[in-house]
Nanobody, 115 residues
Framework: QVQLVESGGDLVQAGGSLRLSCVAS????????MGWYRQAPGKQRELVAG???????NYADSVKGRFTISRDNAKNTVYLQMNSLKPEDTAVYYCNTFKWGRNYWGQGTQVTVSS
């Protein structure tokens, strides 16, 4: 059973930084692409960043140049470094992987950016 556990969310002032972590279990982490999504109140869940098994990355236009996704296969962990945070980054952030024909999600971690 795949499990994804996020941590690192917090309340931070605009311009600040946070690093989110997601620890995966129940799968061979190193061969799976991973992603970070977010969902703000009243909005649809959206892709923030993704990383492939060979560490190729992609980002939403709204976070390019500010966020960095990375992975540590030895720790079964994917990270999201978030710099220059803006109030519009406020959301619940979810870790994701797609395996065996379905999406797996973590429980989410709240990021709140105050102006």
């Amino acid at each position: 059973q795949v499990q994804l556990v996020e941590s690192g969310g917090d309340l931070v002032q605009a311009g600040g930084s946070l690093r989110l972590s997601c620890v995966a279990s129940g799968m061979i982490f190193s061969i799976n692409a991973m992603g970070w999504y977010r969902q703000a109140p009243g909005k649809q869940r959206e892709l923030v960043a993704g990383i492939t098994r060979d560490s190729t990355t992609n980002y939403a236009d709204s976070v390019k140049g500010r966020f960095t996704i990375s992975r540590d296969n030895a720790k079964n962990t994917v990270y999201l470094q978030m710099n220059s945070l803006k109030p519009e980054d406020t959301a619940v952030y979810y870790c994701n992987t797609f395996k065996w024909g379905r999406n797996y999600w973590g429980q989410g971690t709240q990021v709140t950016v105050s102006s």
